[in-house]
């Protein structure tokens, strides 16, 4: 099976950067994903992965290390509204089931 | 343009009961995912859609649980019997393909009493 596991919680303050990992298990791969959720509101995609290295978009950067079954988050210059759930995802391999990490509940604090 | 749009917002049934939820996905999108959401976790698959026919429907956790999408485009999520463990966010998200960008809708938040 695939599994895709992150923190569960992470606190910083605005104005300051955080990284939010994910490791995963797969027999294949095919790239990873990045959504944000608010409470009570969808998922909406921040980055994708398809190869490894660093992919920047504003304040959010995403990399990938295939060779170590790795990605991360990068926020910078936290503002009071990045306070949300972060998921990792990607698509199981061999298959169009798409899996979503075990979620990061980010805290930015004044 | 017009996002994803799911309804209804929220729909409160009995135990037992059958309900329908409904999926307006973004105009041209051919892939289409319905997802189950549980306070406090992650997103969970239920069925993808790619046009017309259901590519993949092994996250459909018993025979209870039905989707079509006739004409490649709405959607319809359709449970059997509610149980109170059905309760949950259900969200559907469309993407041009596959692998791309989804874009998600508001949720349906079903409530089995």
């Known amino acids: 099976g695939q599994s895709l596991e992150q923190p569960s919680e992470v606190t910083a303050v605005e104005g300051a950067i955080v990284q939010i990992n994910c490791t995963y298990q797969?027999?294949?791969?095919?790239?990873l994903s990045w959504y944000q959720q608010h409470d009570g509101g969808a998922p909406t995609f921040l980055s994708y992965?398809?190869?490894?290295g660093l992919e920047e978009t504003g304040r959010f950067s995403s990399f990938l290390s295939r060779s170590d079954s790795y990605g991360y988050l990068l926020l910078q210059e936290l503002q009071m509204k990045d306070s949300a759930s972060y998921f990792c995802a990607a698509p199981s391999s061999g298959t169009y089931k798409y899996i979503f990490g075990t979620g990061t509940r980010l805290k930015v604090l004044a | 343009g017009a996002g994803v749009s799911q309804t209804p917002s929220n729909k409160v049934t009995e135990k037992g009961k059958y309900v329908e939820l409904r999926c307006d996905p973004i105009s041209g999108h051919t892939a289409l995912y319905w997802y189950r959401q549980s306070l406090g976790q992650g997103p969970e698959f239920l069925i993808y859609?790619?046009?017309?026919?259901?590519?993949?429907d092994s996250g459909l956790p018993n025979d209870r649980f039905f989707a079509v999408r006739p004409e490649g485009s709405v959607s319809t999520l359709k449970i059997q019997r509610t149980e109170r463990g059905d309760s949950a966010v259900y969200l559907c998200a469309s993407s041009l393909n596959q692998l791309g960008e989804q874009f998600f809708g508001p949720g349906t938040r079903l409530t089995v009493l």
């Open positions: 992965n398809g190869l490894d």
């Open positions: 797969t027999s294949g791969f095919y790239g």
């Open positions: 859609f790619q046009g017309t026919g259901a590519a993949d």
